[in-house]
């Protein structure tokens, strides 16, 4: 299972993001298999930040919940991570990831990609 994250590299604060994981060697239809976005900003640890699954139930962390969304594009097989008023402090690196629950305990992980909220 290999797994691949999308998206734009540079954000200006209160700007909108998406960010989208393209998904090999399994589906993200698939049951029981949990579709999850996680992020690490500069000096801290790792944050869950939501997950996705079949059919179509989402979770989100609820500190970021007012801002985050997550869907899937099951043609594609693809998620995506869409966050919305961004700030500084949203700059970090996304990894996608999938597991066999909504939280940060995940098999396969993407290798990340930088987003810096700057402007």
């Known amino acids: 299972v290999q797994l691949q994250e999308s998206g734009p590299g540079l954000v200006k604060p209160s700007q909108t993001f998406s960010l989208t994981c393209t998904v090999s060697g399994d589906s993200i239809s698939a049951v029981y298999i949990y579709w999850n976005w996680i992020r690490q900003s500069p000096g801290k640890g790792l944050e869950w930040m939501g997950a996705i699954t079949s059919p179509d139930r989402s979770y989100y962390n609820p500190s970021l919940k007012s801002r985050t969304s997550i869907s899937r594009d099951t043609s594609k097989n693809q998620f995506t991570l869409q966050l919305t008023d961004v700030t500084p402090e949203d700059t970090a690196v996304y990894f996608c990831?999938?597991?066999?629950?909504?939280?940060?305990?995940?098999?396969?992980w993407g290798q990340g990609t930088q987003v810096t909220v700057s402007s």
């Open positions: 990831a999938r597991g066999g629950s909504a939280t940060m305990e995940n098999t396969y």
